[in-house]
């Protein structure tokens, strides 16, 4: 397999939304796997729903600063309304529902019609976002040969401007040149790795997607977050090197 170092600098801040954080807009500590395969993803100029990088690159991740946090007052628009509006055809009734509707309430006939895009006024709250001030990472990509050259030249030069998080969050990145990496066992991990260790902060981050008809769900994966930026093991796990760098990819 090759490989890949990536540098990543946040210009100003960023911010990787829990979706499970309500009255709060919390964020991740790191970039999840998902939102890491988004960015290399815009680098090539992939299509929105494509997730071919799922099966064909192996991400590790190692955050270099990341402890500084903010928050601000943000105003969050609800722009998902589960209400529908039908109109009947023949005593032009109109009522509104949570169902599909296959006739009239009022006089029960079957010609009706959806009014599409009639909701115009939504409901905002005001909560407070949380932030992470100019972090940094360093992204570990290991992968097939001619995947991780197409992702060098896309990141050298790439299809359009890259950004993390949020899409006004955009990023500074500096890549290696590709080179190779070897599978062995090790102590010491630098970076993050699966399971729970000591020493670390917990985190359960979005891994990557999972189609389920025309649908799509969300696999998750625990993660440990060493404080010092490395993990040490009493055991030998399986892990990749980078260079001097044991690196775990998942």
Same mark, same amino acid.
């Given at each position: 397999?090759?490989?890949? %170092?990536? %540098?990543?600098?946040?210009?100003?801040?960023?911010?990787?939304?829990? &979706?499970?954080?309500?009255?709060?807009?919390?964020?991740?500590?790191?970039?999840?796997?998902?939102?890491?395969?988004?960015?290399?993803?815009?680098?090539? $100029?992939?299509?929105?729903?494509?997730?071919?990088?799922?099966?064909?690159?192996?991400?590790?991740?190692?955050?270099?600063?990341?402890?500084?946090?903010? %928050?601000?007052?943000?105003?969050?628009?609800?722009?998902?309304?589960?209400?529908?509006?039908?109109?009947?055809?023949?005593?032009?009734?109109?009522?509104?529902?949570?169902?599909?509707?296959?006739?009239?309430?009022?006089?029960?006939?079957?010609?009706?019609?959806?009014?599409?895009?009639?909701?115009?006024?939504?409901?905002?709250? &005001?909560?407070?976002?949380?932030?992470?001030?100019? &972090?940094?990472?360093?992204?570990?990509?290991?992968?097939? $040969?001619?995947?991780?050259?197409?992702?060098?030249?896309?990141?050298?030069?790439?299809?359009?401007?890259?950004?993390?998080?949020?899409?006004?969050?955009?990023?500074?990145?500096?890549?290696?040149? &590709?080179?190779?990496?070897?599978?062995?066992?090790?102590?010491?991990?630098? $970076?993050?790795?699966?399971?729970?260790?000591?020493?670390?902060?917990?985190?359960?981050?979005?891994?990557?997607?999972?189609?389920? $008809?025309?649908?799509?769900?969300?696999?998750?994966?625990?993660?440990?977050?060493?404080?010092?930026?490395?993990?040490?093991?009493?055991?030998?796990?399986?892990?990749?090197?980078?260079?001097?760098?044991?690196?775990?990819?998942?």
């Amino acid at each position: 397999m090759l490989g890949l %170092k990536v %540098k990543i600098d946040c210009l100003n801040f960023a911010t990787f939304r829990k &979706p499970t954080s309500t009255s709060l807009l919390l964020s991740y500590s790191i970039p999840p796997y998902t939102t890491i395969r988004g960015l290399l993803a815009n680098a090539l $100029g992939m299509k929105r729903d494509d997730y071919a990088l799922q099966d064909e690159i192996k991400i590790g991740i190692n955050p270099i600063k990341y402890s500084d946090k903010s %928050k601000e007052l943000a105003k969050t628009l609800k722009l998902i309304s589960r209400d529908s509006k039908f109109r009947c055809i023949s005593c032009n009734n109109s009522w509104i529902t949570t169902t599909k509707s296959k006739e009239c309430p009022r006089c029960k006939s079957a010609e009706i019609r959806e009014i599409p895009n009639y909701k115009r006024v939504f409901s905002s709250t &005001p909560m407070f976002k949380e932030i992470l001030i100019t &972090p940094r990472y360093d992204i570990y990509l290991g992968g097939e $040969g001619g995947r991780i050259k197409q992702l060098y030249n896309a990141l050298i030069q790439p299809s359009r401007p890259l950004y993390i998080g949020a899409s006004d969050d955009l990023v500074d990145t500096e890549v290696t040149e &590709p080179f190779e990496i070897t599978q062995n066992t090790a102590h010491s991990i630098i $970076g993050v790795i699966e399971g729970i260790h000591e020493n670390c902060i917990i985190e359960k981050i979005p891994y990557k997607f999972t189609k389920q $008809g025309k649908d799509y769900s969300l696999e998750y994966k625990t993660i440990s977050i060493p404080l010092n930026g490395v993990i040490n093991l009493n055991r030998e796990v399986s892990s990749w090197q980078f260079g001097n760098e044991n690196v775990w990819l998942m």
